[in-house]
């Protein structure tokens, strides 16, 4: 039973930067709901009730929102502003929550070993908050927990971006199994696009088995002092199989100024009913 969901969010966010300068990026609102919050209700979407977040100093708000602000709601308790709580007063009945805080920020390889504390020894899935995903039918991470009880092995959900983007993301390379699922037989972090076995990324969403803590405890940093975890994947990979699943529906990339704006657009257009197409 897959039932626990992982939140990095200890980054620095120092793309919006001066606003994430006291403020956590993953606090920052697409129109009027923080951006964690839609990755907790597509995890909730799919299952997931016991929510771990790892996170960084300066990253307090993002426990408060998880959390009854009791003068608040008194204040506006009867009046026609209280629906507005409704949908975060809905995820706080649903979830549990826990925290742990990664000390220094060495890469999402490293910030995911730090949430082993929170996980133990289950499959988890990993949602990266900045990829806002949206499908007008299952959510991209209910799509990969009905895989996953299907296979049993760790899937990484990809998308296919312009050949000349390939060193903004990890790439995989692997066979076809069925119509968009790949098993994967290598994991590049960031290659050129010279040197881009496929133009298949990986984006911010993971179901890991628990086999994953043990292999990122061997990875060595790069050069940027960073552990990642396509190199933990790429390695877990040549042990067993893991499959890259091309996901139904569009992935904003809220971590960037551009896919922030559209990400906005999109949001505010489906919530006012004009046509977003
Ligand atoms: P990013 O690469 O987007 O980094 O991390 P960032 O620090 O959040 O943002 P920029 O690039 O400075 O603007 C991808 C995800 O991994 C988490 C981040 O919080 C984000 O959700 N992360 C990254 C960690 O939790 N710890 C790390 O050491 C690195």
Known sequence: MLNKGLFPAAGYGTRFLP???AMPKEMLPIVNKPLIQY?????IEAGLT??????????????DHFDISYELEHQIAGGDKEMLLQDIRDVIDQCTFSYTRQVEMKGLGHAILTGETLIGDEPFAVILADDLCTNSDKGVLKQMVGLFNE????????EEVPPDQTASYGIIEGKEIQDGLFKVSNMIEKPAPEDAPT???IIGRYILTPDIFDIIRTVKPGADGEIQITDAICEQARKRMVLAYKFKGRRFDCGSLEGYVEATNYVYQKQHQISVE
């Not at 990755?39 to 995890?43: I, P, S």
């Not at 296979?151 to 990809?158: L, P, T």
């Open 19 to 21: 606003a994430t300068k």
């Open 39 to 43: 990755g907790v209700e597509e995890a």
């Open 50 to 63: 016991q929510i771990g977040f790892v996170s960084g100093r300066g990253k307090r708000a993002i426990e």
């Open 151 to 158: 296979y049993q092995c760790s899937i990484v959900a990809i």
């Open 199 to 201: 133009n298949l990324a």
